[in-house]
């Protein structure tokens, strides 16, 4: 990313900067709200990854191979200690 | 003075801190490694932990930290005379703010993007995480309560500002609408709904609220109280992206282009400051030490830097060399918008006199005279200009209340959920918010509602500066350059919370105030004091923290020189 970026110049960072003025907060909460979807979707039909007793649904296993990737990162945000301050920026 | 000496002293400033100071630290002491990975790529989930470019970061970082704060902090402190505030904003910044903002950054990504209270549980005591979740809180309020008044008094003292707020928040609701429900091109959007603010702008100077709403209601503080609550209701409640976010969005353009065509407007007018340099040690809201200190909060130091900082930017940079660009970088910048408002406030009254008549109708008149003076230089008419820097004077503190009351809404829930299911509901915890906030706006004189949002705030950064030295002694590195910062904001904030909460409450005893005021000065007092002793005890939990690091440290320098 910071590659290409470089290229760029005066004008792309300018571009660049009214964006992170602008536009990069509601960006970042458009990708929260959908995460947080997603992730209790993954919650609810996967939840037995966590140990949450849930008894996985024949169509959990045919939506495990779109789950995959993500698996990741769901188990990270949901075992995460979080608090109020996480939320805070 | 010259305004313009000032601002070139500033860059000065700005340059020396930045490219000598803070260059130092990041490369001596902190020790960037651009070959580190940072929190955004070791956990990317392409949410909170994104690795962002710097330039975006940069904007970010700005446009989260720079509210109504720098502004008004400055103008009110003039009343010390100019030279005091210029003295307190470039020195502040040089050897305390930026330290904050860019150390509570680099504290947070050498510890795997933990926000403050994960890093006060680890670095501190599991005690401290509480404590300083219910002072977040109280800071939130007072910050509700602080920027609620300045809304307030700007819609009273300007007319024009209610009918340009109104346009504002409808090009926000419709820029949300069309970007997310119609899928507008942003372009197209943005067109329309700045267009829209900018028509408002212009309809607020040709019909003010006075003439349509009569001077009854057009003067009445509560009337601009429960719009500006019920509007923050809104952003607490609906769903981020219909309300608050994109009315943030449209406003960003406003604050935007104001400041860039006010600063050249400084340079074209170059006056010189008309105020005194220096007043008196003592004036109404108090003594130079410690109140000056925390009235000029954000242009100098301010702890909602370091929330931004930790919780947001840090999870994003993408390389540990940035830290210093958008953290310290982006302090240097708040402090340019500090001594523009320094010299709005000293420039633009013939006298004392004249000014002090200003000040007691709130800071967004003076605020606001000044954009449309300096707008006033590139061709702009004097009442556009003025109903410009009203809804300025607005947006820089609606915005940040509405989220404001977003997060006390969430701290409710998680605050207290655990006393009654009641408080997860979101409306129970937001009109909580809202009514407390409410009152202080109500029933508090604001310039000590000020003080008390400052003292809270640069407490919030003396506690900051407390886990950075925390997690420099633990890690073995240098730690004076924010541990002597931290002990001067700690004792200066608590010497100004006492001081303020003393008067208010001895005012209270004494029965020396009845009916609003007695709410006010009772509630504002017991705040302050709240405040103080939920930091005396995390100072205390801090120094045990430190000296605990301090005997492992010189335990390990034992046992290497023995062996």
Sequence with gaps: MSEEKKKGGFFSAVKEFVYGVAAHDSARFALKSRASMEHLFILITMGDMLGVPILPPYYSLRLLP???????????????????????A | MN????????????????????????????KSDPKRATPAKMY???VEFMPTSKNILFGYQFKSIAGAAPIIGPIIAIQWGWLPALIWILAGTFFIGWVQDYSSAMVAMRNDGASFGGLSHKLISPRARVILLAFIYFYLLLIAGAFGNVVVSTTVALKAAPMAWLFLTIGGILAGQMIYRWRKDIILTT?????????????????????????????????????????????????????????NYVASYIVFLGLFFGIIGIFILHPDFTLPAYTGFSIRI????????????????????????????????????????????VMFIEMMLALFALIIAGT?????????????KGPGGIFAAGVSKFLGAIGMPAALGRSYGSVMMIVLAITIMQLVIRFMRVATSEL????????????????????????????????????????????????ALLLVTAWLMSEGRSAAWAFYPMIFMFITTIAALLYTSYNLLVKVI??????????????????????????????????????RYRSITKNQAAAAAKA
């Design chain 2, 286 to 329: 108090g003594p130079i030490w410690p109140i000056m200190f925390v009235t000029i909060a954000c242009g100098a130091i301010s702890g909602w830097h370091s929330i931004v900082s930790s919780s947001g930017t840090a999870r994003q940079l993408e390389n540990e060399l940035d830290a210093r660009p958008v953290g310290g970088g």
């Design chain 2, 510 to 547: 004494s029965g020396a105030v009845k009916g609003e005021a007695l709410i006010g000065n009772t509630l504002m007092g017991l705040v302050g004091l709240f405040l103080v002793v939920a930091a005396l005890i995390l100072g205390a939990e801090g120094m045990k923290a430190l000296k």
């Design chain 2, 3 to 30: 305004s313009v000496v000032v601002l070139i002293l500033g860059l000065v400033v700005a340059f020396i801190g930045y490219r000598f100071y803070a260059k130092h630290i990041d490369s001596k002491i902190i």
């Design chain 2, 348 to 360: 633009i009254y013939a006298s004392s006199a004249e000014y002090g008549a200003a000040i007691a």
């Design chain 2, 44 to 46: 990317m989930d392409g």
């Design chain 2, 191 to 247: 067109v329309i709904t700045v267009i829209i603010a900018m028509a408002g702008i212009w309809f607020g100077s040709v019909a003010p609220s006075d003439s349509i709403l009569g001077a009854d209601l057009a003067n009445s503080r509560w009337l601009w109280a429960i719009a500006a609550f019920v509007f923050c209701y809104f952003a607490a409640v609906l769903p981020i992206w219909r309300f608050a976010l994109p009315i």
């Design chain 2, 416 to 463: 207290l959920s655990d006393i009654s299911p009641v408080f997860r509901n979101p409306h129970i915890g937001t009109f909580i918010a809202c009514v407390l906030g409410m009152v202080l706006v109500m029933t508090g004189w604001w310039q000590y509602l000020w003080v008390l949002f400052g003292g809270a705030n640069q407490l919030m950064a003396s506690l």
């Design chain 1, 66 to 88: 779109y789950v995959v990737p993500q698996i990741s990162t769901w188990k990270r945000r949901m075992l995460k200690e979080k608090d109020l301050t996480d939320g805070l």
